[in-house]
């Protein structure tokens, strides 16, 4: 399940993301996640944006010696409940 670090770096991204995407989203949750340490730490969440609809995903956040940037890498939208990776 989501935790509010990962709503927190959602939120970071939510720019991002709906320029990608072309739209502003008003529900914005995170619903669940994986996560796997790289040189950082990559993340793929699942988001409900409102209804049936959800979008996943990957943001990755650099190491707090190297800063600790979050930064998205990808998002994928018009997705279901499942999480999968893209």
Do not use: M, W
């Given at each position: 399940d989501a935790t509010e670090e990962?709503?927190?770096l959602c939120d970071?991204?939510?720019p991002?993301?709906?320029?990608?995407?072309g739209k502003n989203?008003?529900?914005?949750?995170?619903?669940?996640?994986?996560?796997q340490v790289?040189?950082?730490t990559n993340f793929l969440i699942k988001v409900h944006v409102?209804?049936?609809d959800y979008i996943h995903l990957i943001i990755f956040r650099d190491l707090p010696c190297?800063?600790?940037?979050?930064?998205?890498?990808?998002?994928?939208?018009?997705?279901?409940e499942d999480l999968v990776p893209f």
């Amino acid at each position: 399940d989501a935790t509010e670090e990962t709503q927190d770096l959602c939120d970071q991204v939510k720019p991002q993301v709906e320029k990608k995407t072309g739209k502003n989203y008003k529900d914005y949750k995170a619903i669940i996640y994986r996560n796997q340490v790289v040189a950082g730490t990559n993340f793929l969440i699942k988001v409900h944006v409102g209804g049936e609809d959800y979008i996943h995903l990957i943001i990755f956040r650099d190491l707090p010696c190297n800063g600790g940037k979050v930064s998205l890498t990808k998002v994928k939208d018009h997705q279901t409940e499942d999480l999968v990776p893209f």
